[in-house]
């Protein structure tokens, strides 16, 4: 028999501005291309990217997605949606008499208000009491049903709704983690009398106890669901009529992946759908070079990302909230500042300059692109010299300073600046926003930001990383050479797998195991279904046993690893002890004396990923001279520095490059600062080191 062709896999992230493709190609090369994010239909930016990959290997789009057998994509669909209030029109079914428990929440005020702030306009539910509708049923939380479903005033209801144009509907009813037998049947009754509308389960979002994390976890799921699922129904069109017959993978929150068909009616879980690949790319890139404890950045168009990782360990947490909206569901923890290349610079009622969060995006893009007129970072960015205006992506978008800086007039006349000055305000204001964020971030987790490596990546982290790590006082920054293709390239550096989670509440001391076996046989025969359906053979995936487990009294969780195989008294209380050694690492302390509880069993499911390489590049010496490009103008602490540019297709592994000093790539400039020295290592890598 003849062996079985090698084929490509892509991994293409959708963001803000750009869209971004990196091919693995049969040999185990990476390939990166960037295309412009088209946010009226991102699957058109989808294709284009994908075009620009299939011209590069001449052949045309259906030859080169024919060669393809795994296409990973990230989005930043779902939470562009929810944060620009562009959802659907949502309607919610509910157990009668507990249709507010969205608005009653846990009678807490927002995390980032003062407590003492008397006038905090109250939350404003995605679903109106009005669209919130109780029906007759109750289910016990032993999963007992006492209250049999009232399937007429499901239909009657549902028929309302969709008469007052509601699109969405999330059915929540108590306890349904324990048994969904109601809310499975009210669905199909709705799905039957309502065939266009989306409908989504609490069950099937968050199979977990807590019913305002469950219900208003399940409300931003139906939230998303439409504009989520209509993109994602287009994205297949176009993809099988193209000739792709491979798997398409979606990107999820928790930094794993899942076949799309089954994200279609569990739309929450592609929040931050691209960014949380990011961090997997700053660990592969540190065992590169031999560090685990990291600070992974991704500057964007219209975001900057941040996640702290200690000990080589990506952060998860399942205590996210998006502005009011409370978001139960396990995700990648990463911190999110609105500041990118598109941020938009202006005057505040103070007379202070303010840079983002408003983002210019892809459309109209900052004012050097041709079309915006409102000053942003990448404007700046042109206008200090730092950002080639005639190699932008590699002179595919022509760049125009003059129009940089007319746009610049808008800050710099009301605060009484030259163009160039209001530019160098402009970028010191960003990067002392980004510093704070990361610094805040590391601080409240309780680790010093110098005991940590900086891993930049986005389009404009290679950039702006040398600067906001002199703030910090960080000795050390990584500029990989995917850097501008960053969460892409992170879908390639994780291990493709899934989350399963079950409520399981029980005191430690006095808990069946076997009621923990049958729920982890549960999940790990679900997980071994959902991974056969994309190829993946039992003897390929790793299963993970965790447990959220606390002392009895506390408020949070903490997650703890849990035997494999058949879970006796003795693993239980093992169990326990590793329960209590992790808190006092937390924590710094344990309670030895005091009753633990379980209130969730978990499971991951993996599977080894694609083996793949960095491209080695050729040793040279020391001296870069060799891959000098020209010499450019550029402003380095308000003073105009002739500063060598370098080709980085010329550089070699080797190199020593003294700051001030730039390279240009085609998908990102690197910005050595003054007081820095950048080595290129043999991947590539630009390792940017303090000399002060």
């Known amino acids: 028999m003849a062996a079985k062709q090698a084929k490509k896999r892509v991994c293409i992230d959708v963001g803000g501005t750009f869209t971004d493709c990196l091919v693995l190609d049969e040999t185990g090369q990476l390939t990166k291309f960037k295309a412009s994010t088209t946010p009226k239909d991102p699957s058109d930016g989808f294709i284009h990217s994908v075009e620009k990959a299939a011209r590069h290997y001449k052949v045309d789009l259906k030859g080169f997605l024919g060669s393809v057998d795994i296409l990973i994509h990230g989005t930043t669909l779902a939470t562009n949606t929810l944060i620009t209030g562009r959802g659907a029109k949502t309607g919610m079914l509910t ?136 993109y994602l129904n287009t994205l297949k069109r176009r993809l099988n009529t193209s000739g792709f017959d491979g798997a398409l993978l979606m990107m999820l929150a928790n930094g794993l992946v899942q076949p799309v068909d089954q994200c279609i ?248 195991p076997e009621d923990m076996n049958r729920l982890y046989e549960d999940m790990e025969n679900e997980a071994r279904e959902s991974f056969k359906t994309i190829g993946v053979p039992e003897k390929d995936l790793t299963l993970k046993r965790t447990a959220e487990m606390l002392y009895v009294g506390q408020v949070h969780e903490v997650e703890t690893d849990v035997p494999d195989g058949r879970l006796t008294r003795a693993e239980v209380d093992d169990a326990v002890a590793a329960f209590a050694r992790k808190h006092e690492a937390l924590f710094t302390f344990a309670m030895p004396w005091q009753a633990v509880e379980v209130l969730a069993l978990r499971l991951k499911a993996v599977a080894a990923k694609a083996p793949f390489q960095l491209r080695e590049i050729e040793r040279g010496p020391k001296d870069p001279s060799a891959a000098l490009k020209r010499r450019r103008k550029c402003r380095f602490d308000g003073v105009d520095v002739d500063t060598p540019v370098y080709d980085g297709d010329k550089i070699l592994a080797g190199n020593l490059l003294e700051g001030p000093a730039v390279v240009e790539e085609s998908t990102m400039t690197v910005v050595v600062p003054k007081g820095f020295q950048c080595e290129v290592d043999r991947f590539k890598n630009y390792v940017l080191t303090r000399q002060h």
């Open 95 to 230: 157990t009668q008499d507990f249709r507010d428990v969205l608005e009653l929440r846990r009678g807490i005020k927002p995390i980032d208000i003062s407590l003492y702030n008397l006038f905090i306009p109250p939350n404003k539910p995605l679903v109106p009491r009005s669209r919130r509708i109780g029906i007759e049923e109750r289910t016990l939380y032993t999963g007992e049903i006492v209250t049999p479903l009232n399937e007429r005033q499901v239909v009657e209801t549902v028929l309302a709704l969709k008469k007052d144009g509601v699109e969405s509907l999330a059915v929540c009813f108590l306890h349904s983690y324990k048994n969904p037998q109601n809310e499975r049947r009210a669905a199909a009754i709705a799905r039957e009398v309502a065939p266009d509308m989306y409908v989504t389960t609490s069950h099937d979002t968050l199979s977990m106890w807590r019913e305002f994390e469950r219900f208003n976890t399940t409300v931003v799921g139906a939230y998303v669901g439409p504009m989520v699922t209509n």
């Open 265 to 512: 009616n569990r739309a929450v879980y592609l929040l931050d759908s691209g960014p949380a690949a990011a961090p997997s790319a700053a660990v592969y890139l540190g065992k590169l070079l031999g560090h685990d404890n990291l600070i992974s950045i991704d500057m964007g168009g219209t975001s900057f990302d941040i996640c702290l990782i200690r000990d080589g360990q990506i952060p998860t947490t399942t205590e996210r909230w998006d502005g009011d909206q409370r978001i139960a569901i396990k995700m990648v923890d990463i911190e999110t500042l609105g500041a990118g290349g598109g941020s938009i610079a202006s005057i505040d009622s103070l007379g202070l300059l303010k840079v983002g969060p408003q983002s210019a995006g892809a459309d109209p893009g900052p004012a050097c692109y041709g079309r915006g007129t409102a000053p942003t970072v990448t404007d700046a960015d042109v206008m200090l010299g730092y950002i080639p205006h005639d190699y932008f992506l590699g002179g595919e978008i022509k760049l125009d300073p003059a129009l940089a800086a007319k746009a610049s007039l808008a800050v710099a006349k009301p605060m009484g600046m030259e163009p160039m000055r209001a530019a160098e305000a402009i970028f010191t204001t960003i990067n002392a926003a980004m510093a704070d964020r990361i610094s805040e971030t590391s601080t409240k987790r309780g680790h010093d930001v110098r005991d940590c490596v900086l891993v930049a990546g986005g389009g404009g982290g290679p950039t702006h990383a040398g600067f906001i790590a002199d703030t910090l006082g960080m000795p050390k920054v990584v500029i990989p050479s995917v850097a501008a293709l960053f969460s892409a390239f992170g879908m390639f550096a994780m291990d493709p797998g899934e989350d399963y989670a079950r409520s399981f509440v029980a005191r430690c001391a006095t808990l069946n």
